[in-house]
């Protein structure tokens, strides 16, 4: 029975590789990085809101209040990682069905950037003076008193974009690798299965060529057997023979010695 090899799985083409290799590289190591850090000043800004009454002034802090600061930066900081994290699962999960995970950290992934998002609604918006694209749409919307303008919307949004986009576009390419990978087991498999076969049939032959030789030192051996029996056979009848003559000499020369014609030794 033929065995079934398992087909190697198709790859996809990475469209990020038609980039120049330089652009991913920077956007993959320092620009990322730069995302990061950015979402993590934001978050660590909104931990520490409300914990000392000036940010800017940290000698007023005092040793207490100075430590929470830093524990509170420290722990926004992480909170971006963390976000970043839940959209490349989110995206992987999405591409292979488990629709549990996948929701999980797509829910993980809309918390923090709904507090990145009010983070610098909340830092901006006590600045950032409307521009007068602002208030041209501002006044087409009819809002032109709102306090929030619709600049600090869009960079308010910025961020956590980048980041959720981030981990759908980087999706592809880990599923290349990891379908290269796929591909490299099966061919291993492929092969160590073609090794195996042709060991079993190395050994078939063998195991075939020893028995037709045995079989023919057989038929050589029941060949020369009659010759070699034939050879006993006929020394056995001489004997017979010579004994028989030896016999009849001996009863005539009992017959000749009465009459005195015995034979003299």
Known sequence: MR????????????????LPGWVNVIQDNLFLSFLILAEAYLLGTLMTLGWVPDIEAPSRWGTYHGVGVVLFFLAGAMAAGVALRCSVKAAGCFSRHEWGMALFNFLGLVLFSGAEIWASLSERSANLQPTPADKAVLSILGVSAAPVSPTIVVVAFLLPFASLYYGFSQQQRHESEEERAEKERAEDFALRRKLARAEANAKLRAVQVGGLASAVRAG??????????????????NAADAATTAEEEAEEEERRRPLGLARRA
């Not at 398992?6 to 790859?11: I, K, L, N, S, T």
């Not at 051996?221 to 050879?231: I, L, Y």
């Open 220 to 237: 050589v051996q029941a060949v020369r057997a009659p010759d070699a029996t034939d050879v006993p056979a006929a020394d056995a009848v």
């Open 3 to 18: 065995d079934v090899q398992p087909a190697p799985p198709r790859a996809q083409a990475d469209d990020a590789h038609t």
